[in-house]
């Protein structure tokens, strides 16, 4: 069984910056490949970025590449997701979620998720 716990969300403007944590415990984290999803009202659920156990590679939605960045910390059972130069778009409830097998694209090949933290940008 994996718990994972979302933070780090909230109002901010247009331009601006956040970072989201997500930490996880249960199963040996340094094993889990993690990715960052997020969806906004009326929309699917969308892939941001992933990333392997190792944290030798990274993997970005093409609409946030450059902007954000994602990062772990296996020693703290973390992952993190820096946002910069946010965009009103952007706007969204975000989800860390973990993969059993390879960092991928796709939500449902994820099996275990966090409850969201929302992330609002005004304009």
């Known amino acids: 069984q994996v718990q994972l716990v979302e933070s780090g969300g909230g109002l901010v403007q247009a331009g601006g910056s956040l970072r989201l944590s997500c930490v996880t415990s249960g199963r040996t984290f340094s094993v889990n490949h993690m990715g960052w999803f997020r969806q906004a009202p009326g929309k699917e659920r969308e892939f941001v970025a992933a990333i392997p156990w190792s944290g030798s590679e990274t993997y970005y939605a093409d609409s946030v590449k450059g902007r954000f960045t994602i990062s772990r910390d296996n020693a703290k059972n973390t992952v993190y997701l820096q946002m910069n130069s946010l965009k009103v778009e952007d706007t969204a409830v975000y989800f860390c979620?973990?993969?059993?097998?390879?960092?991928?694209?796709?939500?449902?090949?994820?099996?275990?998720w966090g409850q969201g933290t929302q992330v609002t940008v005004s304009s």
């Open positions: 979620a973990r993969h059993r097998f390879a960092p991928s694209t796709f939500w449902y090949e994820y099996d275990y």
